[in-house]
């Protein structure tokens, strides 16, 4: 079973030289080997397009493949006695089918040079594939990125996190036409990061002719904490305490961001710049997953607004004067 030439290019078999230019100049674009330079890259889809191309835009050959198929048109099958073409070959009835090469319809298309004295730097001359466009050539521009907000809670940066997120675009068909896609895009957030953190989507922007589409990028907020406030790495948390825990002690209880409760005595007097370091009990480390930051606890103390004299004279036995 031959190719279906229609089929490779996305078009009708009505289709007219504009529509078939376009599809092609679309589908070269993207297939092309440039696109993909690894050693073992396959570019096959590439000549297909070509070729499909080749065929469909020459009125003889579309003439013999429209009614003897891929088979018939390279077995030399005779044309329609109505169709001529400059690429027909000889005299009489016969034709013999050649193709040219897809690097001589690229080129042809896009202004780009192939071969030439010594090796073409990869892109070099072809729009899209980072060389410079010739004169009275136009290079197709991207649209500056679409950038949003992803608020995320200190919980989701702790223990990590995944965000779908529904988005709706305008795509281009195989006519170049616009028509809405929604899709949903999931965004694995992981333990640690932190406020600014960008997760880009490249080319999720909507599509446009000439127009390399824009990427979404979505930026990580954090949504205040009731109990903790981040600093980078470390977490702080604020612990109330009575004037007489603060010189005789007290015991810290709390609930950390994965569920724990955490006790941490603490038995040293306390003053208002006071501050109990627990290690390793702060906020992952993205770079270093076994590693955490610190939690650091600072103190809150609650002085009493009067004192009876017989509590002055008590106070001021039990602490001497400096």
């Not at 397009?49 to 003889?60: F, G, I, K, R, T």
């Not at 200190?154 to 281009?172: N, Q, W």
């Not at 028509?179 to 953190?197: A, F, R």
Request: charged share 30%; aromatic share 6%; with cysteine.
């Amino acid at each position: 079973m031959g190719l279906d030439y229609y089929k490779v290019l996305g078009v009708g078999r009505g289709a007219t030289d504009e529509e078939l230019k376009r599809s092609y100049r679309r589908l070269a674009m993207k297939h092309h080997p440039d696109k993909n330079r690894s050693p073992h890259a396959d570019d096959s889809l590439f000549k297909q397009v070509s070729e499909a191309y080749d065929v469909l835009s020459d009125p003889q050959k579309r003439a013999i493949y429209d009614q003897f198929g891929e088979e018939g048109l390279k077995a030399g099958a005779a044309p329609p006695p109505t169709t001529s073409s400059s690429s027909s070959h000889g005299g009489g009835g016969g034709f013999r089918f050649s193709p040219r090469s897809a690097e001589e319809i690229f080129s042809e298309m896009f202004g780009g040079a192939f071969g030439g004295a010594g090796p073409r730097a990869p892109g070099a001359g072809f729009p899209g594939f980072g060389g410079s466009p010739r004169a009275g050539e136009t290079s197709a521009t991207k649209a500056p990125a679409i950038e949003r907000q992803l608020v995320c809670s200190l919980e989701d940066l702790y223990r990590g996190a995944t965000k779908k997120m529904k988005i709706s675009r305008d795509v281009l068909d195989a006519t170049g036409k616009p028509t809405n896609l929604e899709e949903i895009l999931t965004i694995d957030i992981k333990p640690g990061w932190k406020k600014g953190t960008k997760v880009t989507f490249p080319k999720k922007g909507n599509e446009k002719p000439n127009i390399i589409p824009s990427d979404l990028v979505f930026i990580i907020e954090e949504r205040s904490h009731a109990r903790f406030k981040r600093d980078k790495d470390d977490l702080i948390y604020t612990h109330r305490i009575s004037l007489v825990e603060a010189l005789t002690g007290c015991t810290v209880q709390l609930t950390t961001l994965d569920g724990r409760n955490l006790t941490v005595p603490v038995k040293s007097v306390i003053n208002p710049t006071s501050e109990e370091v627990v290690k390793g009990e702060g906020m992952p480390i993205t770079k270093e997953p076994s590693k955490k930051g610190d939690l650091k606890i600072r103190f809150q103390i609650k002085f009493p607004t009067n004192l009876t004299s017989d509590q002055k004279s008590g106070i001021q036995q039990l602490l001497p004067k400096p």
